[in-house]
């Protein structure tokens, strides 16, 4: 996961499939979401297309049952 620096591009389905597979391994290890879920966010928006982020945003922004 090192797009934040803009080197290394994936599609979305192949960041989803990453994002699984680590998610996976994490649970596996015992780490529960509730213990990553602070830091994993800003780590996948960073990973995302500048356009994707947008839209997250305004539907986050938009939504008024969302947290965050």
């Given at each position: 996961?090192q797009?934040?620096?803009?080197?290394?591009?994936?599609?979305?389905?192949?960041?989803?499939?990453v994002?699984?597979?680590?998610?996976?391994?994490?649970?596996?290890?015992?780490?529960?979401?509730?213990?990553?879920?602070?830091?994993?966010?800003?780590?996948?928006e960073?990973?995302?297309?500048?356009?994707?982020?947008?839209?997250?945003?305004?539907?986050?922004?938009?939504?008024?049952?969302?947290?965050?």
């Amino acid at each position: 996961m090192q797009n934040a620096t803009g080197r290394i591009k994936l599609e979305l389905s192949e960041l989803y499939d990453v994002l699984k597979s680590k998610l996976l391994a994490l649970e596996s290890l015992g780490r529960t979401q509730e213990k990553f879920a602070d830091f994993l966010e800003p780590l996948v928006e960073s990973c995302l297309p500048e356009a994707i982020v947008r839209a997250w945003e305004r539907c986050r922004n938009a939504d008024p049952t969302s947290e965050g």
